[in-house]
């Protein structure tokens, strides 16, 4: 059939499977999507788009309410909204029908109706065959809340079961803050860090160490970059937004030190005091950047050969220590199964064969976690896994002492966690559950003011029709790795709830498209998570944020993501006062330049220096309008009564960087109605470069760039003193006086 003679039937199934027709740009423009974009973004949701028929059955699949009969293939409600969605057939009107709602701790309720006693929502005919009504099934005010299993007994048409999730209002408040509290707190990419143990990278004693200190000035929580899991076969693969599964652990954090193992291991005590590996040692504790290949040359032969000592002294004894070790493996389940046996793969191939790091460089018999090459190589091969067992149960208990210190410390939210948008294409994510993401396209973005030719972020979306067909579970697993450590979880990207930018394979990120996901049912289930585990939501909902977004977040109880340098209007910064309550608010990000960079126009000279300006006087332009957003933010600092007033009129004399002038813009943040408010480990200590310029790989050196000075050292500087103490005042004023 003629291209043209598929087009309605290609518009049509796009639409039943969440392809936008067209968004309004950041400058509030109408684009519309083209065919050729929908086209491909089926083609990644692997739907036949070349043969009508295909496209006929998709589209009746697709756009049926309940493909699976009377039932879907899962129920959210949320709490107040007790109505099941279900199919009957219409001749049925006088059937009676009885369900059984079965509790996920046990127990059950069940009823009976009569389906004419059902409130109608509407009516389709089923493959030209018998007509169905659409039918709301009241189910009981008081369910409690969780993950259960709906059935019902339909009198002449059969008994059917669904998952069915029951979710609280609202998302997780600490007590302190739901009553009106303000709080603040401390946020360090945990690579950065540096210290006089560390072997040239962050880790988790060193958090334990920020938070120590943190927690004496005044802060209660300590928010820290991803920790996902990256690629222990390839040190170079160190991007935390980019991670192999979100599910487990980045074990390069593992405070090598602290392992009971390696303190007792002759192998592994003869490594560390070898000359050679002490000078190794010493050059990359001293170096002003991670050299994360060096820093893993050290790291991992170490911890062989503690995992050696475990084996021979706890595996095979089956000591209470090695139980622990099996105890946390079987708890993490099938998703933590496959997660060790990738590494365990990735890196044997890596050995052997020299492939790179990933499943799409495999051999093609080990790209199926189900292949019975998989199966063989974890049974002639099970010690290789249970060393990466082993070191994904070392990190989790290092990361679980430091939230242990958090509740010691008595701090509300203690450790404020970052869940990444999306994962390596290539990564142990993706190989465990292939038919849940879509390789043949890339998350990004639209254009907008910090990506005015679009993003794409290299990492494969999740179909959102085989994310309900799996009735979620995979977004609950994820939310449960994400929120078990922390007191607070910011969901990066959070309109990814809403809709995806899909960038398909070979296409332009400009060119990308818009796919749309149930909002109300991941945020319910983002509310349920939270409420258990006891953690706060952030929803970092900065650049082009849809309305159903900004409607959605204060609904659920997720807080919004402000950044002060982006909290302009009217040509003038915010003032405190109009900050709204429910949000997280910071003066700058990973994703930004530090304050003091920002301040001197640092990252100007940067993209300069890149070439990244279109046109040769782009660079100035910018420059000019630096110095007005610098007066800007020093007008809106003397409103407060924060800085001096200027005998100058003359918006180019603005005064050097300086540690007062940062107190003065922490200060104001720390004066405003957020609840939260964070300040970058950088910006107390003035330092001037960023850690990350996004749309740049080779050009610059983003997750790098580590720390000056120590954490003890920062917290005993004057300066650092002066700044703490005085945000903790400014966040224990009371609003009708900031107003």
């Known amino acids: 059939m003629a291209a043209d003679a598929l087009a309605p039937l290609i518009e049509r199934l796009a639409r039943a499977r969440g392809i936008g027709d067209a968004y309004h740009s950041y400058k509030g423009e109408l684009k519309h999507f083209s065919l050729r974009t929908k086209t491909a973004i089926l083609r990644a949701m692997h739907c036949k788009v070349d043969d009508a028929f295909a496209l006929e059955a998709e589209i009746r699949e697709s756009e049926a309410a309940h493909p699976l009969g009377l039932l879907g293939d899962v129920v959210v409600l949320r709490n107040g909204a007790r109505a099941a969605r279900i199919n009957t057939p219409a001749i049925e009107q006088n059937a009676l029908l009885r369900w059984t709602v079965r509790f996920e701790q046990g127990g059950e309720r069940s009823g009976e109706v009569h389906c004419w006693d059902l409130p109608e929502r509407g009516s389709y005919q089923q493959d030209h065959g018998p007509w169905f009504m659409l039918r709301d099934l009241p189910l009981p005010d008081d369910l409690p809340l969780g993950f259960h299993k709906l059935e019902i007994d339909l009198e002449f048409a059969g008994r059917e079961a669904c998952p069915l999730i029951v979710t609280p209002e609202k998302c997780y408040q600490p007590p302190g803050i739901a009553a009106g509290g303000k709080r603040w707190g401390v946020a360090v990419q945990l690579y950065t860090l540096r210290s006089e143990h560390n072997w040239g990278i962050g880790d988790f004693t060193d958090l334990a160490e920020v938070l120590r200190h943190a927690v004496e000035t005044g802060a209660d929580f300590v928010g820290v970059s991803p920790l996902h899991a990256l690629f222990p076969s390839d040190a170079s693969l160190f991007s935390p937004y980019s991670a192999s599964s979100r599910h487990a652990l980045n074990v390069m954090f593992i405070d090598v030190g602290a392992v009971l193992e390696v303190q007792g291991s002759p192998r592994a005590l003869a490594m560390m005091s070898d000359p050679g590996f002490r000078a190794r040692l010493a050059a990359v504790r001293g170096a002003t950047h991670v050299d994360y290949a060096a820093v893993a040359s050290l790291k991992m032969p170490v911890l062989r050969a503690a995992y050696e000592r475990f084996r021979t002294e706890h595996l095979q004894r089956h000591t209470a220590r090695a139980a622990a070790c099996r105890a946390f493996l079987r708890e993490r389940g099938d998703t933590m199964r496959l997660h060790i046996l990738f590494d365990a793969i990735d890196g044997y191939l890596r050995r052997k064969l020299g492939t790179s790091a990933g499943w799409h460089s495999w051999p093609e018999e080990f790209r199926n976690p189900a292949s019975e090459a998989v199966r063989q190589f974890a049974q002639d091969h099970s010690d290789e896994v249970d060393y990466h067992g082993y070191l994904q149960w070392l990190a989790a208990e290092q990361l679980a002492a430091v939230r242990a210190l958090a509740r010691q410390l008595k701090v509300e939210i203690g450790l404020y966690g970052d869940y990444a948008v999306g994962v390596n294409a290539s990564g142990s994510e993706t190989w465990s559950d ?306």
Request: charged content about 25%; hydrophobic content about 40%.
């Open 434 to 739: 292939q038919s849940l993401y879509c390789t043949g396209a890339a998350i990004g973005a639209p254009p907008d003011p910090l990506g005015p030719g679009g993003q794409e972020w290299g990492i494969p979306p999740q179909d959102p029709r085989a994310l309900r067909r799996a009735a979620f579970a995979p977004f609950v697993a994820l939310l449960r790795a994400s929120t078990r450590f922390y007191g607070a979880l910011r969901l990066d990207h959070v309109m990814a709830l809403f809709r995806q930018w899909w960038v398909p394979r070979g296409f332009k990120s400009v060119d990308g498209g818009y796919v749309h996901y149930p909002l109300e049912d991941l945020l319910g289930i983002v509310a349920l998570e939270s409420q258990r585990q006891q953690c706060l939501v952030v929803g970092e909902d900065l650049g082009v944020v849809p309305d159903e977004i900004r409607r959605a977040l204060p609904v659920f109880g997720v807080y919004h993501y402000k950044v002060v340098m982006f909290e302009q209007r009217n040509g003038e910064f915010v003032a405190p006062v109009a900050y709204v309550r429910p949000a997280l608010a910071t003066v700058t990000t990973h994703d930004l330049p530090t304050l003091h960079g920002w301040w001197k126009g640092h990252d100007i000279d940067i993209w300069e220096r890149l070439g990244a300006y279109p046109q040769p006087d782009d660079a100035e332009r910018a420059r000019a309008q630096r110095v007005l957003e610098r007066e800007r933010l020093l007008r809106a600092l003397r409103r407060e009564e924060l800085w001096p007033e200027s005998s100058s009129e003359d918006a180019s004399e603005v005064p050097e960087y300086s540690a007062a002038l940062s107190r003065a813009v922490h200060v104001f943040l720390c004066r405003s109605r957020a609840a939260l408010v964070t300040v970058q480990l950088e910006d107390m200590i003035g330092m001037l470069e960023p850690v990350n310029l996004p749309g740049t790989s080779s050009e610059y050196s983003n997750w790098t760039r580590r720390m000056t000075a120590s954490a003890r050292e920062i917290f005993a500087r004057t300066d650092v003193r002066e700044l703490t103490a005085a945000m903790s005042a400014a966040r224990k004023e009371p609003e009708m006086l900031i107003a």
